[in-house]
């Protein structure tokens, strides 16, 4: 990280710090931004991003300098040549150079040509210096884009994190209402005991148990989604260190092991990355290829006549040469180097494509373990809701119980039976999602 990145980075913490966010929080911040700076896969594929560009500035910046070229190449003729170039033809395309023809005055049948060949471009119109232009412009823009996903990635490590902090307080709220509610029913139950409330109150007190169980449910898996979120936009595994009270966080991604490991076998966008990664470095290797020595083997066959086909005996050349690009001004070498950094940068986000996979599989994975527990206690509660609406309903037509009670009991009657009609749904929208996510 330069000195530039260090000093916004720095503004930002000292902004985050002044606000209304403890010391705690924001020590915990500074030191998630700092780790996603290192291991945010976006930040260092745009870095790669960033050395294509400038490699592709070095490119067109060496097709305006000096290259040479060193050819070596043996003749053999059935007749004597007197001009060689013809039968050097197919040497000249390979090699991309246009020498002019060449007289063989000794008339000889075996032929051998050295030479070396010395380029500089002259003149192009301008062609060469507005391609560099717009290559340094696209550098320019590259590295603009770069300061903007960092910008991104830090700000999503910011959301993230009060996210989690969010869902965590949200967790113990629950856990509260989960024991104030047991406390309830645990006073009705020993007031239903000793006769002073009827059955009802206990019968509601249980549902009221089950409603916060439900709640509770819900911001465990809150906190847990809200926890992977954080570690996707970090780019690493977050210590626990980094999250005061972070209860719960030893069953984040519990069991989903196997199903990561089967998603990164099936996702065809894995599979992409790789193939483009792989792509890339065999391009590099070519262009590498570029700088070793070329070994060309080539042979001619003529028939010349002046009938409608040929009738005279044919003449047949063979050949072999040998040509090494000493010198082409780093040309090659850029090329090179923008293939390897593009197969960097696919190989990076390549590793941000498997967080986001990470994520969608436990999400998917916790929402089913949440919607089964949900189902779980949401029979109950309806059980419990059924036996206080008939209670409520014998109380009202005794006379006994008020309407309101009866409102009351068949409202919460018709809200366990809402939440286990979503419990249900719930899994099977979970498990479709889950199968998705894994790549079925």
């Given amino acids: ?7 916004i980075l720095g503004a930002l913490l000292t902004a985050v710090c002044t606000s209304s ?14 780790l996603a700076d290192k291991n945010n896969p976006l ?21 305006m300098l000096p290259k040479l070229t060193g050819v070596y190449a043996a003749l053999w003729n059935e007749n004597p040549l007197f001009d060689v170039s013809p039968a050097l033809a197919p040497l000249y395309g390979v090699l991309k150079i246009q020498p002019p023809a060449m007289n063989n005055p000794l008339a000889e049948k075996n032929v051998f040509l050295s030479a070396a060949l010395l380029t500089q471009s002259i003149y192009s119109g301008g062609s060469h210096q507005a391609v560099r232009a717009a290559a340094k412009l696209a550098r320019d823009a590259a590295k603009a884009e770069a300061v903007r996903v960092t910008q991104t990635v830090e700000n999503s490590v910011r ?29 009705a139950e020993k007031l239903f005991a000793g006769g002073v409330v009827s059955k009802a109150d206990v019968l509601r007190a249980k549902v009221a148990v089950s409603d916060a169980e439900l709640k509770l449910i819900r911001a465990k ?36 092991t196997a199903d990561e490991d089967l998603a990164f076998q099936n996702r065809a966008e894995l599979k992409m990355y790789d193939f483009y990664s ?8 070519a262009h590498q290829g570029e700088l070793l020595p070329q070994i060309l083997g080539f042979g001619l066959v003529t028939n010349l006549d002046n009938k409608g086909w040929p009738q005279n005996d044919t003449d047949w050349h063979v050949g072999l040469a040998a040509a090494w690009k000493l010198f082409d001004s780093g040309e090659a070498h850029a090329r090179t180097e923008q ?69 009351d009991a068949r409202l919460a009657l018709t809200d366990s039976k809402t939440n286990v009609v979503d419990a249900k749904y719930d899994i099977a929208l979970a498990e479709a999602n889950l199968q998705f996510a894994i790549g079925k």
């Fill in 1 to 7: 990280m330069n000195k530039f990145r260090k000093i």
């Fill in 21 to 34: 966010a403890c010391a705690a929080d924001c020590e915990n911040l500074r030191q998630l931004l700092l």
């Fill in 43 to 63: 930040i260092f594929a745009q870095q790669q991003k960033v050395r294509m560009a400038e490699a592709a500035v070095n490119e067109q910046t060496a097709k």
């Fill in 159 to 187: 959301l993230t994190y009060y996210t989690y902090k969010r869902a965590e307080a949200k967790e113990k709220v629950a856990e509260e209402a989960v024991k104030l509610t047991n406390d309830h029913l645990a006073q």
């Fill in 221 to 256: 898996n809150g906190m847990e989604l809200a926890k992977t979120a954080l570690e996707r936009a970090v780019g690493t595994e977050v210590q626990e260190t980094l999250l005061a009270g972070d209860a719960g966080a030893e069953n984040a991604g519990e069991s989903l």
């Fill in 278 to 285: 792989r792509q890339a470095a065999k391009i590099a290797r």
């Fill in 339 to 407: 293939a390897r950094s593009r197969s960097k940068e696919f190989l990076y986000r390549l590793e941000d494509k498997k967080n986001e996979i990470r994520m969608e599989v436990r999400q998917a994975a916790l929402n089913l373990k949440e919607a089964k527990a949900r189902l779980d206690v949401s029979n109950r509660q309806l059980t419990q809701a059924e036996e206080d609406y008939r209670i409520a309903l014998l109380r009202y037509k005794e006379s006994i119980g008020t309407n309101l009670d009866m409102l």
